[in-house]
């Protein structure tokens, strides 16, 4: 039963890392552009979009449809930077292993 007190022990420090980068992550920030930097939006670690710049000579009221495409462009790519971001520091944290559920 001693092993099953580390293991308990040890989780507990996981636990307490997660946390810990949990909130690490929420000030971290992530940023992505479409249309050559024309639009740009900045997502945190939490996956949450923190700004969004939009340059004037982009904005067409005859072509609204090529704004919204750069617009989501930009949030696509800066979550999945913001994702790709999180895993690589889950990673270091659990020694590479996949574990279902965290973060």
Known sequence: MKGMGNVMKQAQKLQTKMLR???EMAERTIEATS?????K???NGRQQVVSIQIEKEVVDPEDVEMLQDLILA???DALL????????EMGKLTGGL???GLM
């Open 74 to 76: 930009a949030v696509n």
């Open 21 to 23: 980068l949990q909130e």
């Open 35 to 39: 249309g050559g930097g024309m639009v």
């Open 41 to 43: 939006i900045v997502v």
């Open 81 to 88: 930077k913001s994702q790709e971001m999180i895993s690589q």
């Open 98 to 100: 996949n574990i279902p």
